[in-house]
């Protein structure tokens, strides 16, 4: 069975940092392409990165590249996100999520159920 759970969410000043994890089980990190959401105050979630899947390079939106970045500890089977220099536009919801492609692939992207992260003084 496919699970994705995402920990690590918080209170953190502007300026600060967080590390979210994302723990996987059903199939392997390099099985398919892993991506990052951030959910805002509205219903839609915007996709904010994306790993490729085979070992593949990831993608950054511009308003996270430089501030945020991916890792994968394939022992834990877990995907990270460290995010840096936070700002109070990144308050919401994080979700990780699977897909076969960084275009969502035939079946869509499939989320977790996210963490709360809020960035305030």
């Known amino acids: 069975q496919v699970q994705l759970v995402e920990s690590g969410g918080g209170l953190v000043q502007p300026g600060g940092s ?9 199939f392997s990190l390099d099985d398919y392409a892993l991506g990052w959401f951030h959910q805002a105050s509205g219903p839609d979630q915007e996709g904010i990165t994306c790993t490729r899947s085979n070992g593949g390079e990831t993608i950054y939106l511009s308003s996270v590249k430089g501030r945020f970045t991916v890792s994968k500890d394939h022992a834990k089977n877990t995907l990270y996100l460290q995010m840096n220099d936070l700002k109070p536009e990144d308050t919401g919801m994080y979700f990780c999520a699977y897909a076969g492609s960084c275009s969502g692939g035939e079946y869509g992207w499939k989320l977790g159920q996210g963490t709360p992260v809020t960035v305030s003084s």
Not at 18 to 26: E, P, Q, R
């Open 18 to 26: 967080l590390k979210l994890s994302c723990a996987v089980s059903g």
